[in-house]
């Protein structure tokens, strides 16, 4: 596979995301990070962008409630470079009526290689990082020859 170069920017744009019983967890989290936030732009999904819109006293970029496409959402945004870090505390131990929705969340972070956390502990570490408040060069695969692919339709 080839590989590319791609920019974090210093001033980030990152999802926050939370399944219902980790809403305070995330909430709680933010709030004591709330003044390394306030210098990236915050994306969220549904409930979670209005709650922690409320708390951080910061605006919050929301899309839809992830049951309701906002996951897909986000995951567009990953691709089309808009969205630069995922802090999405989500429930392991509870089903999910979108459990397909989060998992491709969590695959398009991953194809994209963007910083991912899915608890406090790796958010704590990824936004206590002296990268996060740097311009980065990450990277990431090179998907042109997938995309530019002929493919025989006869």
């Known amino acids: 596979m080839k590989y590319k170069t791609a920019l974090l ?9 939370a399944h219902d019983n980790r809403k305070k967890d995330l909430l709680d989290w933010a709030y004591y990070n709330r003044d ?7 994306f969220a999904t549904g409930t979670t962008g209005s709650l922690l819109e409320e708390k951080l006293e910061q605006p919050i970029v929301k899309f839809l409630s ?3 496409g906002g996951d897909q959402q986000l995951g567009a945004k990953i691709t089309e470079d808009e969205i630069n870090c995922l802090i999405f505390f989500w429930d ?3 089903s999910q009526p979108h459990d397909p929705d989060v998992k491709a969340l969590v695959r398009i972070a991953t194809v994209w290689n963007i910083p991912m956390a899915c608890n406090r502990c790796t ?7 002296p990268l996060m408040d740097e311009n980065v ?8 020859d997938y995309m530019n692919r002929n493919i025989d339709t006869e």
Do not use: E, T, W
């Not at 958010?123 to 990082?129: E, Y």
């Not at 060069?137 to 042109?144: A, F, G, K, V």
């Open 9 to 17: 920017p210093a001033i980030k744009n990152i999802a926050l995301v």
């Open 36 to 42: 390394s936030l306030k210098k990236h732009k915050l």
């Open 66 to 68: 992830g049951p309701l």
């Open 92 to 94: 392991p131990l509870s």
């Open 123 to 129: 958010a704590d570490f990824l936004l206590s990082s």
């Open 137 to 144: 060069n990450r990277i990431q695969p090179d998907y042109s």
